[in-house]
């Protein structure tokens, strides 16, 4: 069988005297040696190499990547009880859903969140303190979307303040019930909600303890379509208003728009709009990423869909959110001819491949059955979706004289079908591959950074390889182990990303091998 092709940068290639034309180069087989030895009279070819395992099983709660858990605003009391002891078909006693997953997500009422003007939910609501603290509690990250459109609502949506204030709006009826929605392009509607957004993101532009902000909301269910207006001509002008909001807040977390085919219509549904792909384009020009929320459903997540996502593949990451409430919904019409659950399941699964999605949803309604009619898509989506990156290998000298440069050459492979998507603006390439010298009981006592190398750009299917020189200034003369670790550059460059290697980490790093400092 023919080997693995492995991809290195034009500057490896370079030192490696090869001629490139490019910034990356494959190479067959396996990695070669750097021509250069490490720094130190009489260890010249002394060398570390250790090959890592791939990692194909478990569950990585890295940024922007695997299962999205939504929760419930009203928070019943059994909510994690429902959750926390699922039985599945063939595994020994129980699961938790909160296990195979790495965010909490919140669709929630601008209401909730300011129920008084200045007054907010996340200080006062001892339900919505509730379902933070216990999401937390389990190793979850937070994700919001902030809905203001009422219709389809039991209650009202955007506060009474708004309306009080003397906000333009209109009434609609959900069952008995009158509840009231602003129009967004007006103007006391605007000063209030710019008002939230901005403390909304003084107490949650947390890249720490938040994954993601669905950053525009309007529309019904928040989705951006079925719009309402004082005046249809304000459609772009009330997109931009509501990204540049945003996105002038939350300068650390990254955020996320519906690709919807009729983006800031009227519509709710019917061929594409003509202007949906150009205003689209302005919040992912802003550094939004995308999400769309109809996967599985093969009439509304369609050509104009898939061909949108396919435009921004590996630019920008997509979350996955399923259309079909199968409690509610009739799926046997969707022309995939769905019969059971678990095939809406696996047309949401094939969608999401299809797209390269970055996360998958746990909806409510639709977990348990994940769980007990699918769970072998569960796994498959821990495996293959989102990214997943190890180092394949790793070679750095075992003898190194203070003072002096190490050549370390680092080789990563990229398990998952997307990306990580360390690109984005509100990330700004924070993430890096490093090395270590570790001490004995595990810290890091000088650490490393390959800024020259850019883990957004590692693809499935091929080797990456790097070398970079490090100057070991300041060490102190003794005995040390390499480790290797994908780091945060804006936490002191502490371990960022976990990695699919099964050998153990210490402190976060994946140990290479022992060096000595002479």
Do not use: C
Request: glycine share 10%; charged share 25%; net charge neutral.
């Amino acid at each position: 069988m023919a080997a693995p092709m492995r991809k290195i940068s034009r500057r490896t290639a370079l030192g490696l005297g090869l001629a490139v034309g490019t910034s990356a180069v494959a190479l067959p087989g396996a990695a070669a040696a750097s021509p250069h030895g490490p720094a130190g009279a009489g260890h010249a070819r002394a060398a570390v190499t250790k090959a890592f395992t791939a990692d194909r099983s478990t569950v990585l709660r890295n940024p922007l990547n695997g299962w999205v858990l939504y929760g419930d605003t009203s928070f019943p009391d059994d909510f994690w009880t429902s959750r926390d002891a699922i039985s599945v078909p063939g595994v020994e006693g129980t699961v938790r859903a909160s296990d195979y997953a790495s965010t909490f997500y919140l669709r929630i009422a601008w209401s909730r969140l300011e129920p008084a003007e200045g007054v907010y939910g996340w200080d006062t609501d001892k339900d919505l303190k509730a379902a933070i603290a216990t999401a937390q509690e389990r190793g979850l990250r937070l994700a919001f979307r902030v809905v203001v459109d009422s219709r389809d609502k039991s209650y009202g949506f955007t506060p009474d303040f708004v309306r009080d204030a003397g906000a333009a709006g209109y009434e609609t009826r959900t069952g008995s019930r009158s509840v009231w929605s602003p129009y967004p392009d007006d103007p006391v509607f605007q000063a209030k909600y710019a008002a939230f957004v901005r403390a909304f993101a003084q107490r949650f532009d947390d890249p720490g303890t938040v994954d993601f902000i669905d950053g525009y909301g309007l529309g019904k269910w928040g989705e951006g379509h079925s719009m309402r207006y004082i005046d249809y001509a304000n459609r772009e002008s009330v997109l931009r208003w509501v990204v540049d909001l945003y996105a002038d807040a939350f300068i650390r977390v990254p955020l996320a728009i519906n690709y919807h085919r009729l983006i800031g219509t009227e519509k709710d549904w019917g061929a594409p709009d003509a202007d949906s792909e150009r205003l689209l384009d302005i919040a992912v020009d802003r550094g939004f990423m995308l999400r769309h929320d109809a996967f599985g459903m093969t009439t509304y997540y369609g050509d104009w869909e898939r061909a949108y996502a396919e435009k921004w593949r590996y630019r920008r990451p997509i979350l996955m959110e399923g259309g079909w409430v199968t409690t509610q919904h009739n799926y046997t019409v969707d022309p995939r001819g769905y019969e059971t659950v678990a095939d809406v399941r696996n047309g949401e699964f094939d969608d999401s491949a299809e797209a390269h999605v970055n996360a998958l949803d746990f909806r409510n309604g639709e977990t348990l059955s994940w769980f007990t009619g699918s769970f072998d898509l569960v796994k498959k989506v821990v495996a293959e979706a989102g990214y997943r990156l190890y180092p394949t290998t790793v070679k750095a000298p075992a003898h190194v004289v203070a003072g002096a440069t190490a050549e370390v050459r680092h080789d990563w492979a990229n398990l998952g079908w997307a990306n990580l998507p360390n690109d984005l603006p509100q990330w700004k390439n924070k993430y890096r591959p490093a090395v270590a010298l570790l001490r004995a009981d595990g810290t890091a006592a000088h650490i490393y950074v390959d800024s020259g190398s850019d883990p957004s750009a590692w693809r499935k299917g091929a080797v990456v390889s790097h070398i970079f020189r490090a100057r070991l200034a300041g060490v102190a003369k003794g005995g040390y182990r390499w480790g290797v670790a994908i780091v945060d550059t804006t936490r002191g460059n502490a371990p960022g990303i976990e990695l699919a290697a099964k050998e153990a980490t210490v402190g976060g790093w994946l140990v290479v091998g022992d060096v000595t400092v002479h």
